[in-house]
């Protein structure tokens, strides 16, 4: 038989427990929300530019026969000169590469004027085979798409100028960038009378430059009329964008 003292404790703690557990999220609700602590975020931008030490080019040769075979013979021929003649301009393995290949039918006109409706048929097959360029030595690109143009490409030529290691001119402009957003929650708290505090977070967006492609017919035509073809590098714009929250002192 239990003892009545050892009984009647155990019910006591038992009923201090619950009440305890029934009194604990009345207490939490009690409680008042806290408020977010006040902050300011602001959204800047920097910007590096960089002389280009690469150019990128896309050259295509298309030729166009009776059968496949015979389109896909002559286009190989050509391509083969024109890897031929970039690797003797010193252009390495790495830098070129087969960017697209296509073979399609061309169909006959079905309304060719004869007033009767006929339906399309096969007369031929065009190859197109593309082969994309790096150029590390600027001063050779105008004789090297003059020659390309002599071995026949007869599509393609569009340049973008580009650097081989950025690196250094984006972490100008993600300085240039911090800078001005610690500037500009300067300008505003100094103005709206508050104080700013310290660094809550901090977000970027490194972009590269946008392509400044030549228009291809233009450089086709170029090729043709002169040798070597004269080109521009101008200039590449890295941008680095940033959005950075302080908290403010009141």
Do not use: C, W
């Not at 896309?58 to 970039?86: F, K, S, W």
């Amino acid at each position: 038989m239990p003892h009545p003292l050892r009984t009647t404790a155990t019910v006591s703690l038992f009923s201090a427990a619950m009440v305890a557990l029934a009194a604990g999220p009345v207490l939490a609700q009690s409680q008042p929300a806290r408020e977010p602590a006040p902050q300011i975020s602001v959204s800047a931008t920097g910007t590096a530019e960089l002389a280009p030490d690469m150019a990128v080019i896309t050259l295509t040769v298309q030729r166009e026969a009776e059968t496949a075979r015979a389109a896909l013979d002559e286009n190989t021929a050509a391509m083969t000169e024109v890897l031929e003649a970039m690797k003797a301009e010193g252009i390495a393995e790495r830098d070129l590469q087969t960017a697209n290949f296509n073979i399609q039918p061309v169909y006959s006109n079905p309304n060719a004027g004869n007033g009767r409706r006929e339906e399309p048929r096969i007369v031929g097959y065009r190859v197109f085979n593309s082969l994309t360029v790096r150029i590390r030595d600027l001063s050779r690109l105008g004789s090297i798409l003059d020659r390309s143009v002599t071995l026949g490409v007869n599509q393609g030529g569009g340049i973008t100028f580009t650097n081989d290691d950025p690196s250094e001119a984006i972490e100008q402009a993600r300085v240039q960038a911090m800078r001005n957003a610690i500037a500009k929650a300067e300008t505003l708290t100094e103005a709206a009378g508050i104080g700013l505090g310290e660094i809550l977070s901090i977000s970027e967006h490194s972009g590269q430059p946008s392509p400044r492609p030549m228009a291809r017919a233009a450089i086709m035509q170029m090729a043709a009329d002169s040798a070597p073809v004269p080109v521009a590098a101008g200039e590449n714009t890295y941008r680095v964008d940033v959005n950075v929250s302080f908290a403010l002192d009141q």
